[in-house]
């Protein structure tokens, strides 16, 4: 065949198959981790992020805490979500789950009603930073998945959170 080719048609051929190769070479990406590039997972982490059975959560080693019977975040706290939204943002990911928790005091439905607000002020920020809002869940949990004794001071205290999910589920 390549007798009846002229030779510099056959070395274009051959550069441009070998151009063809180096190039798509080269646009390989690494494989995603769960759903996420390798880039969104390095964030994830140096944010402080935990990877769960959920996804990567935020919440559980710095925890997001609230006062006895109160929704409205402390200003350390506020911004540190608010550091949490713009890395969320910087990577591309905008869609996450907030879970807000309470202690074991009060009744089932109220801790519902509470927990549900704790999680909609975290999202309310979390939209404040650039994620969009119909892509920020708010779950109320209540008085279910304690991290602390519910018996102690100390206990119920750690219970009063809420955590930020980042999942490709």
Aim: glycine letters at 10%; hydrophobic letters at 35%.
């Amino acid at each position: 065949m390549r007798d009846s080719f002229p030779e510099s048609i056959w070395r274009m051929c051959i550069g441009s198959a070998l151009l063809l190769c180096m190039l798509l070479g080269g646009c390989q990406t690494p494989p995603l981790y769960r759903g996420l590039t390798q880039t969104q997972v390095k964030a994830l982490r140096s944010a402080g992020f935990q990877e769960t059975e959920q996804g990567f959560e935020f919440g559980s080693n710095d925890p997001i805490l609230f006062d006895f019977d109160r929704y409205n975040l402390k200003p350390d706290v506020r911004r540190s979500v608010e550091r949490i939204g713009h890395t969320l943002a910087s990577v591309g990911l905008n869609s996450v789950r907030v879970y807000g928790y309470t202690d074991g005091e009060g009744t089932d439905a109220y801790n519902i009603r509470l927990s549900k607000r704790r999680a909609e002020t975290v999202a309310i920020e979390l939209v404040d930073t650039g994620l969009a809002a119909g892509r920020v869940h708010t779950i109320g949990k209540g008085k279910r998945d304690p991290v602390g004794d519910n018996r102690t001071a100390a206990g119920r205290a750690q219970n009063r959170r809420a955590a930020i999910v980042v999942s490709t589920r």
